[in-house]
């Protein structure tokens, strides 16, 4: 290494103190043919050459040329050619072998212009160099991607030493390419991608969340269009190769500004020592933005154990079932964290998944009973196997919001969580709601913009965000941002069921039922608002119509949490205070305090019981 830029160097140190006759400086199994000669016109490509020597000794075992002696090395450094380096090991892949070919040609001009070329060729998996092949789809091992980052890392030190790196403080990961061709593997891909935005997350820089990048999966924007629309400083690309129980994964960051590469990588290794390939590009990227790692971060990328490839599987299956919308993914996402946790009992990332999972059925509109104490038994585990773990922490924080009414702890564990990993949209949207119901606004509407910011493409940001306006009484700056919500999201359920919802607080019935008769349409579990509304609005008959409808159905915890609105509107108290009383108790339930709705029964003594069991006060 000590040889790269030295003929540059040497000339503009000499400036004409250089002879005629020239100068030969380096080490000559690494020396280019002209500066072996002392020629004059020596330029960057002469470092092309000496990267190329190194790689072609990395990969042979030996360097292009030996000799006896000096004069020996570069009589033939001059006059030969190396022996092909398929010859000597048959495995090298055909775009590896032209790489360095031309690496190593004679003449300057017929090099790589610059090592960044050179790191693509070496990388780029449809290489068409002159004599290369197409690379078969193979994995190649360690060493190519050894091989692989000596080049890059080089062009890295050239062009840090010039610019210092980027400077970045928003990223996003574009969907990876999946080289395999083989859909059965997409669940891989999507779990490589979640981890690898998990991972850069930690840094403390915003990275969009997977939801949001995931809807780029098939676009034909630009990098430029893509980065204006998310707002990020630089985007990262890449592609997963998996071949049995090995994985490579290349990736490279875009400068959105000149859609020129800022830096390139290619990572491979076992299925098994996969943390250590995220943990690896986590402490590439961040040295290439300029990121300090704390000593905290830095003893987390140290530490980097082994998983268990039969859970990791089960684990990647499950998560790429909860990323989908039907009560039968998630599941069938449980299913699969169960096996991962069978697998791998002491997997933190499992424990926390499986959380998750009973999480997202708790807020169901018919949650299996067990689910939240399956839950907070899971997160308890992720947290007692790894205390750093910020999905733990947000699976805790959530189960003390939603069941354990322990506010003190809820907050505790969502700063903590936010502390680990502060691109973790989901905690910050569900710290928006309990900052609301401590009647926070100004912060839960800062925490809910914050979840907007790292995942803006998942409605749910965006929908609920005017619902805070509505249960903190702001009625009329609920209706603006419904309106205003509705322009984005037409035909979302939520979204009208907000609007209609704040449209009737403002005495705008007729509005107010056409839009939630839509969401009702979309949604059936918005059915209660159509009669709430038409009960504020006088039109007894029809809600009590939709009353009964409802009654038929059979109670569930969703359905008390909407019987007692609709009860609360047609003036019948008594059943208010008994939906509220009933069990399974929903999520929802703490937010009865803040609820419009529930105005009329405030001064209750009932409702101060309610309270009191909710560990709440007025």
């Not at 010039?162 to 395999?180: C, D, K, Q, W, Y």
């Not at 490589?192 to 998990?198: D, T």
């Amino acid at each position: 290494m000590a040889d790269f830029g030295i003929a540059i160097a040497v000339s503009r140190a000499a400036g004409d103190r250089i002879t005629a006759t020239g100068l030969s400086l380096g080490t000559p199994s690494y020396m280019s043919p002209e500066q072996a000669t002392g020629a004059r016109d020596v330029d960057a490509r002469s470092d092309i050459y000496a990267l190329g020597s190194v790689l072609y000794e990395m990969l042979a075992g030996d360097p292009p040329f030996l000799g006896s002696n000096v004069q020996a090395v570069i009589a033939k450094v001059v006059g030969e050619r190396p022996v092909k380096l398929r010859t000597i090991r048959d495995t090298v892949p055909a775009h590896i072998e032209a790489a360095v070919d031309r690496a190593l040609a004679k003449v300057p001009a017929d090099r790589f212009g610059t090592a960044k070329d050179f790191a693509w060729a070496l990388t780029d998996t449809t290489s068409t160099l002159p004599g290369s092949a197409r690379r078969s789809p193979t994995f190649r091992g360690a060493l190519i991607g050894a091989a692989a980052a000596l080049v890059i890392g080089a062009a890295g030190w050239f062009a840090s030493t010039l610019t210092g790196g980027p400077s970045v403080e928003r990223l996003a990961v574009l969907p990876l390419t999946n080289l395999a061709g083989d859909s059965e593997q997409d669940y891989l891909v999507a779990g490589v991608h979640e981890a690898l935005i998990s991972e850069l997350a930690r840094l403390g820089i915003s990275v969009i969340a997977r939801t949001s990048m995931a809807q780029y999966g098939n676009t034909d924007k630009s990098i430029p269009d893509i980065a204006n629309e998310l707002k990020v400083d630089a985007v990262i690309e890449g592609s997963v190769f998996r071949d049995g129980d090995s994985l490579e994964i290349s990736v490279r960051m875009i400068d959105p500004d000149t859609e020129e590469d800022v830096w390139r990588q290619l990572y491979g290794g076992k299925l098994d020592n996969v943390v250590v390939l995220y943990r690896d590009l986590t402490r590439d990227v961040a040295e290439e933005i300029r990121v300090n790692l704390d000593p905290e971060m830095e003893a987390r990328l140290s530490q980097a154990p082994r998983v268990t490839p039969a859970s990791y599987e089960a684990y990647l299956r499950g998560m790429h079932h909860l990323n989908k919308s039907t009560p039968e993914d998630f599941e069938k996402a449980v299913e699969y964290f169960h096996e991962a946790v069978d697998k791998n009992p002491g997997d933190p990332m499992a424990y926390a998944a499986l959380a998750l999972g009973y999480i997202t059925l708790g807020h169901g509109p018919a949650p299996p009973p067990d689910a939240w104490p399956l839950a907070r038994a899971a997160a308890d585990r992720a947290v007692r196997l790894d205390s750093t773990l910020a999905e733990g922490w947000a699976a805790i924080a959530d189960i003390k919001l939603y069941v354990d009414w322990d506010w003190e702890g809820a907050e505790r564990a969502f700063q903590r969580a936010n502390e680990l990993n502060p691109s973790l949209a989901m905690n910050h949207y569900h710290y928006a709601w309990y900052l609301v119901l401590f009647r926070r606004l100004d912060e839960a509407v800062r925490e809910h913009e914050r979840a907007r910011e790292l995942d803006p493409l998942t409605p749910l940001h965006t929908v609920w965000l005017p619902g805070l306006y509505y249960y903190a009484g702001q009625h009329e700056k609920a209706l603006a941002g419904a309106r205003e919500v509705l322009t984005q999201y037409p035909d979302h359920a939520t979204a009208l069921y907000v609007f209609g919802s704040s449209a009737a607080q403002m005495g705008l019935y007729d509005e107010a039922i056409e839009a939630l008769e839509k969401a009702a349409a979309l949604n059936p579990r918005w059915r209660f608002a159509v009669g709430r509304t038409h009960a504020l609005a006088g039109r007894r008959d029809e809600a009590l119509r939709i009353l009964a409808e409802l009654e038929s159905e059979g109670p569930s915890p969703w359905g008390a949490i909407a019987m007692a609105d609709l009860n609360a509107a047609l003036g019948n108290y008594d059943a208010v205070f008994e939906w509220l009383a009933y069990e399974p108790t929903h999520a929802w339930l703490p937010w009865s305090r803040e609820n419009p709705m529930l105005e009329p029964v405030r001064d209750d003594p009932r409702f101060d019981e309610l309270l009191r069991r909710l560990n709440l006060s007025r």
